[in-house]
């Protein structure tokens, strides 16, 4: 997986981004019994649309939490999930809080319906923080873990 | 192939069974817990039936000796390769040379080892189990030994990610189908056999008492200790045919619960069986350990396997277009 986002043509974000289309996009959601949709757009936006609870958009996409944060680098969700900070068989997360991490240290899950799919670092560093809360969904990309890189 | 580096004894090539050999003595075999072999193959893309390693004595490693991809599912043994932690019920691939360690499990009794292509030996009467009674299938029908190399068949490169993934273990998945109990004694749902009528009141106290999990347990079966129950007046049955599941009332007053090397016959009186789809979790109980039995019917019975089912083919739906999907996000 790569990090950067390639665009596509920048016209569909403007339709998608006309009320009337994000409402017809929200019932159809709530017609097929999905909760919600992420699409990105050309602009870096990540538009979240909720079915049944308004519509939202928000610049999540490129506004990562970790830029208030000093140097802390993000780890990211390599995929759309369910947010698992302890792995259902056991009873600790795989890293605490201030502790070190390595590369590719899985340091917690994403759970995507019956399957789990890790997160991991990719520097070495200390783990700083987590930003999601347990159980919440978070999208691709993503930030979940604040790591402070190794000096 | 693959190379065993350490092993303790009884650690063996298992499928899914030995089935319809039955009426020449031949006992099924099998996982102890067919539902984390199953699981396992799914993980590497492999058909359900392939055969793993059971690994229920520790530590135990292995070498690759080439690239593959392996899923270890199960009892959690802080699985790691070349030294990195995996999380348990999970799926990797790996590289010619790096070698996977097992521990000790603190919860569950036995852990699955599957591998993308499955176990390559020959199989005996349609299955690739190990017998150790019959000392045929597996590996030359024993256990593993160090030093033992085992091929592993060949198989499509299948699109895990470098760091793995898993499934939610059945415990969590399934747990609103499967009673727990307060203190960890694990409750084993089982319905009234044949004999059930001969203990009277008796039989009441199998299911209201605590079974530890005897020494004298294995594969075969499990002897349970606790306040024993005899029959009013002793019985003789002819010998009659006895399945996985069953539990048999020996003079002791002490039940044996049939596991997957179960006897082909036996005399003892049945006091019940227990349900197909609770056996699995009676596998990865482990000596010492405490049972109760619940006694259950046959809608709860099916109710539950439906359950299992429908959870086996939401991952058999996933894995693929998790897959795809991680394809197609390393594209862009």
């Known amino acids: 997986m790569t990090k950067g986002r390639k665009r596509k043509s920048g016209s569909i974000a403007e339709q998608i981004l006309d009320p009337a289309t994000l409402g017809k996009i929200a019932l159809w959601l709530e017609d097929a019994g999905v909760d919600s949709i992420e699409i990105e757009t050309e602009g870096g936006r990540l538009v979240r649309i909720v079915a049944g609870a308004g519509i939202s958009s928000d610049g999540a996409g490129d506004a990562d939490v970790s830029v208030s944060r000093n140097s802390a680098k993000p780890a990211k969700a390599p995929i759309a999930g369910h947010f698992l900070p302890v792995h259902p068989a056991r009873d600790a997360a795989e890293a605490t809080i201030g502790t070190a991490v390595f590369p590719e240290q899985i340091i917690g899950f994403l759970r995507v319906g019956p399957l789990i799919m890790p997160i991991d670092t990719e520097e070495a560093g200390t783990l700083d923080g987590c930003v999601v809360e347990p159980g919440s969904l978070v999208g691709y990309g993503d930030t979940v873990f604040l790591i402070e890189p190794a000096q | ?332």
């Open chain 2, 1 to 332: 192939m693959i190379e065993i580096l350490q092993t303790g004894p009884l650690n063996t090539v298992q499928d899914l069974g030995r089935f319809g050999f039955r009426n020449a003595g031949v006992t099924s075999s099998g996982a102890m817990d067919w539902l984390a072999l199953t699981i396992g193959n799914l993980l590497v893309g492999n058909g359900e039936g392939e055969a793993a390693l059971e690994v229920q004595t520790f530590p135990f490693r292995l070498r690759f000796e080439r690239g593959t991809t392996v899923a270890i599912t199960g009892a959690d043994c802080d699985a790691r390769l070349d030294g990195r932690r995996l999380p348990p019920w999970w799926s990797v691939p790996v590289s010619t040379g790096q070698v996977l360690e097992l521990d000790a499990p603190r919860r569950s009794a036995r852990a699955y080892l599957t591998f993308a292509g499955g176990i390559d030996i020959e199989p005996v009467m349609g299955s690739r189990s190990t017998s150790l009674r019959g000392g045929f299938g597996g590996l030359d029908g024993r256990f593993l030994a160090a030093n033992d190399r085992l091929g592993i068949g060949s198989a499509y490169a299948c699109a895990v990610p470098p760091g793995g993934f898993g499934v939610m273990p059945p415990e969590a998945a399934l747990a609103e189908h499967f009673p727990a109990s307060q203190d960890g004694t694990l409750l084993v749902r089982a319905i009234p056999a044949g004999e059930y009528a001969l203990f009277g009141a008796e039989a009441e106290r199998f299911w209201t008492q605590t079974w530890k999990i005897s020494s004298q347990s294995d594969r075969t079966g499990y002897r349970l200790a606790g306040e024993p129950i005899r029959l009013a007046s002793p019985v003789e049955l002819r010998s009659h045919g006895v399945v996985p599941g069953v539990v048999q009332m020996p003079p002791s007053g002490e039940p044996i619960v049939q596991m997957s090397d179960a006897n082909t016959a036996g005399g003892y009186p049945k006091m019940a069986g227990v349900i197909d789809i609770d056996l699995w979790r009676l596998g990865q109980a482990r000596i010492g350990s405490r049972i109760q039995f619940v006694q259950s019917s046959v809608t709860e019975a099916l109710a539950a396997e439906r359950a299992v089912q429908a959870y086996l083919e939401d991952i058999r739906r996933t894995v693929p277009m998790l897959a795809h999907a991680l394809a197609a996000m390393s594209r862009r």
